[in-house]
């Protein structure tokens, strides 16, 4: 059985990669990145669905600013697999450590709560689960077939682990012959930062993984988002664009990094919501389908109004060519 974690009263425990980290310093967070705490009856009636259905949402595991909104709106992102993960990235607040067994049930309960909040469009994560031979391909394209076969009209978008010294190619198959409306794989941050923010990731790993999915299959949208404030340069995201849109990838969010507490990667920079917009001018220039970046953007915030845009702009794109 999978339980939600209560982050109010319950303890985190911390890798010991993060435990003996020293503190960090914390820059003072601008107006534009402050949100209200989640008050409303939507919030708490979504709240109800996902405990009675014993599913864990990375809303949660993950501190996301944006809860109070998406759960008002009967909007959440269910994280499958447990909520312990196998690696220690240093911007994430999600528990590391030894997974439990994969829950047989899971599929179903998933399946039963999009049903239950008449979802359009839901998005499924995980966490890491280096202990599994195929990284839970197998699992994802179980919820994915589960989710189909009780609500049929409701798009599924993934946000998948890498599959890391698995059989990736194996695994990716495995997935994408599930058919998800969209595959989203976050690269997180720009390469000079991965030893020290994502160690257990490899960037032209995740980036190749991405390319891969539209050779497997062409009309899957493909999707990738970074944090920024973590010390990176503007020619790094500069580049990283340019790396995804050789990916051939779609989509791409942009978001503000903001550290889950003072064991965690600092926040180098508050971005402002003017460099923001510029990024975004400059990702459609560079021929991505749909940009999402702002200070409070995160890989599935306001997912299924993305993802209409996302097919409309493909449409009008075929239809230009034509």
Known sequence: MVTVVNLVDKPRPRHPEKAHRPDQEVLRKPEWIRVKAPVSRGYLETRNIVKDNKLVTVCEEAGCPNIGECWDKKHATFMIMGEICTRACA???????????????????????????????????????????????????????????????????????????????????????????????????????????????????????????????????????????????????????????????????????????????????????????????VAYTKGFLMVSSSPLTRSSHHAGDDFARLREARAKKLAASA
Do not use: W
Request: hydrophobic share 40%; charged share 25%; net charge negative.
């Open 91 to 281: 911007f994430c607040n999600v528990a590391t450590g030894i997974p439990l067994p994969l829950d047989p049930e899971e599929p179903a309960n998933v399946a039963k709560a999009v049903k239950q909040m008449a979802l359009s469009h839901v998005v499924i994560t995980s966490v890491d689960r280096d202990d599994l031979a195929d990284g839970g391909a197998q699992h994802f394209a179980d919820v994915i077939h589960a989710i189909r076969d009780a609500s049929p009209e409701t798009t599924i978008e993934i946000l998948t682990p890498d599959f890391l010294r698995k059989d990736a190619a194996k695994a990716l198959e495995i997935v994408v012959a599930a058919k998800p409306d969209v595959f989203n794989h976050n690269l997180e941050t720009v390469p000079s930062n991965y030893l020290t923010v994502r160690p257990g990731a490899r960037y032209f790993h995740s980036l190749h993984l991405l390319q891969r999915v539209k050779e497997l299959d062409p009309t899957i949208f493909t999707k990738s988002g970074i944090m920024v404030g973590l010390g990176e340069e503007r020619n790094e995201v500069l580049q990283l664009m340019d790396d995804l849109r050789t990916a051939d990838v779609d989509f791409i969010t942009i978001g503000q990094y903001l550290a889950p507490s003072r064991k965690h990667h600092p926040v180098k920079k508050f971005v402002t919501p003017e460099e923001f917009k510029s990024y975004e001018t």
